[in-house]
DNA sequence: TCTTTACTCCATCATTTGATGGAAACGAGC
DNA sequence: GCTCGTTTCCATCAAATGATGGAGTAAAGA
C-alpha cells in the first residue's frame, strides 16, 4: 500500500504530484506560516478545496513536502556518493561542493525548506525528522569522519551540519546576500563556490595545527 | 529628536522597551508570519491595543526588533574587537568565536532574526538592510582580510558572511540539533566551540594549499 | 442506460488576525 | 478639585485564513 506521498512522487503528472510541486515551492520561498493554503491553489490554479481533496490539512501537505525534498536529497546524495568513492578527500570535497551546489541551486527551495525546519518554532508541533540523522550518518561516512562505520561520533556529526549549512546558508540566502555584494547570478554562483572550497576543504584536507583539528576518525567526543 | 527605538532604548524599563524585548523574543521564535500581535501582547500582558498605540503596525515593530538587534550585535562587535585587537590571527579567531557564542547563546534570537531575515521572502515587501553590509566589512577589516580598508572584496565579504552564518546556524539549530544528537545543553555548547574552532581556524590561520585560498588581502575578485 | 468512483468547484463557516474608536484611568501642574 | 496630556483597556470591525458540505462532471464498468 503506498503512501500518498510514494503515490505523487510515482505518477508525476497527476494532480496530487502537481500540487506537491507548488506547495513545494510556495512553502520553499514564505515558509509554513507565511503560506496560505490559498496560495498554493492559485499556483496550481485549481480551487483550494481540491487541494485538501488530495492532501487534507496544511500541516500534513507541508510534512509531505518536507519528506519529498528528502526523499530528492538522499537521491542526489548517494548519485555524488558513487561518483567521488575512492577518490582523495580533497578532491571528493570540491566534487561534492561542485555538484551539490549545482543541484542546490536549481532547487533553492530545498536548502529553505531545510533550513526553516532548523530554525523555526511552528505553532503546532511536529514529529522530528526521522530522515536528518541518516543523512548526516551518510555524509559523514562518505567523507570518512568515522572508522567505526556503524556509529558515527557527536563530533563528525557536528561537522557535516557545518559543512551542509554553510552550503544551504548561501543557497537560500541568494536572494538578501546577492543584491547586497551587486553581484550577478553566474558571479554569485562562482563566489560561493569558491567561498565553500576556502573555508571547507582546509579543515579536512589541508594541513593544519594538530592541537587544532582532532584527527578525523576519533569517535570520542568529550575528553577526560 | 529620537527615533521610537532611540527612546526605547533609552529607557528600558518603558513599556516601548518592554514590549520591544517581548517582540524580539517572539518574533525570533515563530518568525514574521508565525507571530501573531496578540502574542507579544500576551507577553507583555498587555493590550493588544496598547501594543498599537506603541509602535503602530505589525511590520513596524518587527523593524524596529530587527534594528534593534543590529545594535546589539554591532556593540558586541566592538567590545570583541578592542579585545583581540592586535593579537595573531588564529588567537583572534578562537577568542571571538568563544566570545560571539556565549553571547549569541544567551540572545538566541539574534541569530533567529538574523537568519530568518536571509532566508525568508516576507509577504509585504520590506526595505533592505544597511546594518548588514557595514557589519561585514568591519568584521572583514578585524580579520585582516582586506589590505584597503575601505574597500572590501567581495572575496572577503562572502568569507565573513560564511563565518557568521557558521555560527549562528548551531545556534538557532539548538532546537532542532540538541535533541537530535541527544546532548545537554553544556555538552553542545562545548562541541559546537569546538566544531567552529575545527571549520573556521585552518581556512585563515592553518597552512593551506596556496592554490585554493587567495591571499586575504587580495582586493580584485573577478579575474580578467 | 444506470451505477459507481474519482475528482473538481461553488458557496459557505468559524476562527484568527491586523487594526481602530472611544471610554476610562492615571498623573502632572495649577 | 480641575484640566490636560498620556497611557491603557474594552468592544468591535473587516479581511484573511483553515476547513467543509454538497452539488456537479467525467470516465469506467455492468
Same mark, same amino acid.
Request: hydrophobic share 40%.
Given at each position: 500500500?503506498?503512501? !500518498?506521498?510514494?503515490?505523487?512522487?510515482?505518477?508525476?503528472?497527476?494532480?496530487?504530484?502537481?500540487?506537491?510541486?507548488?506547495?513545494? %515551492?510556495?512553502? #520553499?520561498?514564505?515558509?509554513?506560516?507565511?503560506?496560505?493554503?490559498?496560495?498554493? @491553489?492559485?499556483?496550481?490554479?485549481?480551487?483550494?478545496?481540491?487541494?485538501?481533496?488530495?492532501?487534507?490539512?496544511? #500541516?500534513?501537505?507541508?510534512?509531505?513536502?518536507? %519528506?519529498?525534498?528528502?526523499?530528492?536529497?538522499?537521491?542526489?546524495?548517494?548519485?555524488?556518493?558513487?561518483?567521488?568513492?575512492?577518490?582523495?578527500?580533497?578532491?571528493?570535497?570540491?566534487?561534492? /561542493?561542485?555538484?551539490?551546489?549545482?543541484?542546490?541551486?536549481?532547487?533553492?527551495? /530545498?536548502?529553505?525548506?531545510?533550513?526553516?525546519?532548523?530554525?523555526?518554532?511552528?505553532?503546532?508541533?511536529?514529529?522530528?525528522?526521522?530522515?536528518?540523522?541518516?543523512?548526516?550518518?551518510?555524509?559523514?561516512?562518505?567523507?570518512?569522519?568515522?572508522?567505526?562505520?556503524? %556509529? /558515527?561520533?557527536?563530533?563528525?556529526?557536528?561537522?557535516?551540519?557545518?559543512?551542509?549549512?554553510?552550503?544551504?546558508?548561501?543557497?537560500? #540566502?541568494? #536572494?538578501?546576500?546577492?543584491?547586497?555584494?551587486?553581484?550577478?547570478?553566474?558571479?554569485?554562483?562562482?563566489?560561493? %563556490?569558491?567561498?565553500?572550497?576556502?573555508?571547507?576543504? !582546509?579543515?579536512?584536507?589541508?594541513?593544519?595545527?594538530?592541537?587544532?583539528? &582532532?584527527?578525523?576518525?576519533? @569517535? &570520542? &567526543?568529550?575528553?577526560?
Amino acid at each position: 500500500m503506498a503512501t !500518498p506521498l510514494e503515490k505523487a512522487r510515482m505518477a508525476p503528472d497527476s494532480m496530487k504530484a502537481k500540487i506537491l510541486k507548488a506547495a513545494r %515551492r510556495v512553502f #520553499g520561498q514564505y515558509g509554513f506560516h507565511g503560506t496560505t493554503t490559498r496560495m498554493i @491553489a492559485k499556483e496550481v490554479e485549481i480551487d483550494i478545496s481540491t487541494l485538501y481533496y488530495h492532501w487534507g490539512e496544511k #500541516g500534513d501537505l507541508y510534512e509531505a513536502v518536507i %519528506r519529498d525534498i528528502y526523499e530528492d536529497l538522499k537521491l542526489k546524495l548517494s548519485e555524488v556518493e558513487k561518483i567521488i568513492h575512492g577518490r582523495p578527500l580533497a578532491e571528493r570535497m570540491e566534487t561534492s /561542493i561542485d555538484m551539490m551546489t549545482d543541484y542546490l541551486f536549481d532547487n533553492p527551495e /530545498i536548502s529553505n525548506l531545510i533550513l526553516f525546519r532548523y530554525f523555526t518554532k511552528t505553532r503546532h508541533p511536529t514529529g522530528h525528522d526521522i530522515h536528518v540523522p541518516e543523512l548526516i550518518s551518510d555524509v559523514a561516512r562518505s567523507m570518512n569522519l568515522s572508522e567505526d562505520k556503524s %556509529r /558515527i561520533s557527536t563530533r563528525a556529526r557536528m561537522q557535516v551540519l557545518a559543512i551542509m549549512n554553510t552550503i544551504h546558508n548561501f543557497i537560500s #540566502g541568494e #536572494g538578501f546576500f546577492r543584491p547586497m555584494l551587486d553581484l550577478e547570478k553566474k558571479e554569485y554562483v562562482t563566489h560561493v %563556490r569558491e567561498t565553500l572550497k576556502f573555508i571547507l576543504v !582546509p579543515a579536512f584536507a589541508g594541513k593544519q595545527p594538530c592541537e587544532l583539528g &582532532a584527527p578525523p576518525d576519533e @569517535a &570520542a &567526543a568529550t575528553p577526560g
